[in-house]
């Protein structure tokens, strides 16, 4: 079954839709193909966030991490980024709450 698109006035399909029906039709993760972001944790003292663009703000109570669609806050006590690549950051320390902004 083929799958209609949404076009704009110029009559073309949109970058992001067109990306999620090839997602979907070739059964990729999403994360992969659309680069949405993936926040892993363990227990209340460790974090993982992948797919990140950058860091907003940072001190030991509250970390904001820019992704491609939101804000990531997490706050706690005695946080700091423990190592960070391109792909990837771990967030340590004591988490009481983790929050997304649009």
């Not at 990531?72 to 004591?94: A, F, P, Q």
Request: charged fraction near 30%; hydrophobic fraction near 30%; proline fraction near 2%.
């Amino acid at each position: 079954m083929r799958k209609k698109y949404r076009a704009n006035k110029d009559n073309q399909i949109q970058p992001r839709e067109k990306r999620q029906g090839l997602t979907e039709g070739l059964e990729l993760p999403k994360d992969v193909s659309c680069g949405v972001v993936i926040v892993t944790v363990t227990g209340r003292r460790s974090l993982i966030l992948e797919n990140y663009k950058g860091i907003v703000s940072y001190d030991d109570d509250c970390i904001v991490i820019q992704t491609r669609d939101c804000r990531v806050s997490v706050c706690g006590c005695r946080l700091k980024v423990d190592y960070y690549t391109n792909e990837e950051m771990k967030i340590v320390g004591l988490i009481h709450q983790i929050s997304y902004e649009v």
